[in-house]
């Protein structure tokens, strides 16, 4: 299996996180996403991020069972859905997840939504299954400036990342500020745009100077930016070529042209407008 290395970031209790990992949103349970995470531990992977609502945690189980790669090896992620949202109904959400994925610890488990009335009593479960010691890191996901401002006020732990929709038309650059300065990690979901990377001509153009791809210079882009990226793909040639992006770096100026790309412009839900 090849022993590829990633580059590893710390959170703010010390854990370290590969800061590249293998999104599973939309990869269906069972054999495609058993499939996907076997390819992507054989490209070097070793971080999977899924979550509840994503109704494919047994598969990811299995992939993870079937490696036979060392469970401290592998950084896993999961979240708790809005309906399971509540002190005592968290902590039997969390539990069910690690029956399907079929751990005995996970690595990070996230808030998924900040569900007004809800995610303090949420987050007070995640700080009783951390000191627990039943997950290594928690933390939050879609959260803005003001729902990380009222966490704060009440919490005991410092979440240590932020999930957030993140890439070239979603900078946020103020939200991602605060986290900076509270040390909350900020990680990128739609870190390819969901795709549509494709119609920028932007990124097909520095592809060509760096004889890299465009999802590569996207990527890179991420990763220069020091957030945690977790790419979603079920091909095994993109899950390789998604990886391929530590051997080479993008120059100031091109990191500078990406920025500029910069529209506040979300492809996903609203955190401060969502109906689920
Ligand atoms: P993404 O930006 O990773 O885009 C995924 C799509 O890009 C794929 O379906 C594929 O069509 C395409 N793609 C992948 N590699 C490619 C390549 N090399 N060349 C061309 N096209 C390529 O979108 P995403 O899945 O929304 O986000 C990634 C992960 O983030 C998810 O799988 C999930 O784990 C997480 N996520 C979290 C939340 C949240 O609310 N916390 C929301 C959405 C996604």
Redesign the pocket.
């Given at each position: 299996m090849t022993k590829q290395i990633f580059p590893e970031v710390t959170l703010n209790n010390n854990v370290s996180v590969p800061q590249l990992g293998l999104?599973?949103?939309?990869?269906r349970e069972g054999g495609e996403v058993e499939r996907a995470i076997a390819c992507a531990f054989e490209a070097g992977y070793r971080s999977i991020?899924?979550?509840a609502i994503?109704e494919n945690e047994r598969g990811v189980g299995a992939a993870i069972k079937n490696s036979g790669i060392s469970r401290d090896e592998i950084f896993v992620t999961s979240?708790v859905w809005n309906s399971d949202q509540g002190f005592d109904i968290t902590i039997s959400a969390f539990g069910n997840s690690l029956k399907l994925l079929g751990l005995e610890y996970l690595d990070l488990y996230?808030v998924?939504?900040p569900v007004a009335g809800k995610y303090k009593e949420t987050w007070k479960a995640l700080e009783l299954l951390y000191r627990k010691g039943m997950v290594r890191a928690i933390g939050v996901?879609?959260f803005l400036t003001h729902h990380l401002e009222k966490l704060l006020q009440e919490a005991e732990v410092v979440p240590a990342v932020n999930?957030i929709?993140f890439?070239p038309y979603l900078i946020q650059q103020d939200l991602f500020d605060y986290c900076v300065e509270k040390n909350i990690r900020v990680e990128a979901?739609?870190?390819?745009?969901?795709?549509k990377f494709?119609k920028i001509r932007l990124f097909a153009e520095i592809a060509e100077k760096y004889n890299k791809?465009a999802?590569q210079v996207l990527l890179r882009w991420h990763i220069q930016r020091g957030v945690i990226t977790?790419?979603?793909?079920v091909?095994e040639s993109?899950i390789k070529?998604?990886v391929a992006i530590f051997d080479f770096s993008l120059s100031e100026e091109k990191m500078d042209q990406i920025n500029k790309l910069d529209k506040n412009y979300r492809f996903?839900p609203d955190p401060d407008n969502f109906d689920f």
């Open positions: 999104g599973v949103w939309q990869s991020d899924t979550a994503y979240k996230l998924h939504w996901s879609n999930q929709e890439h979901w739609g870190p390819l745009m969901q795709g494709t791809t999802a977790i790419p979603k793909s091909n993109r070529e998604n996903g």
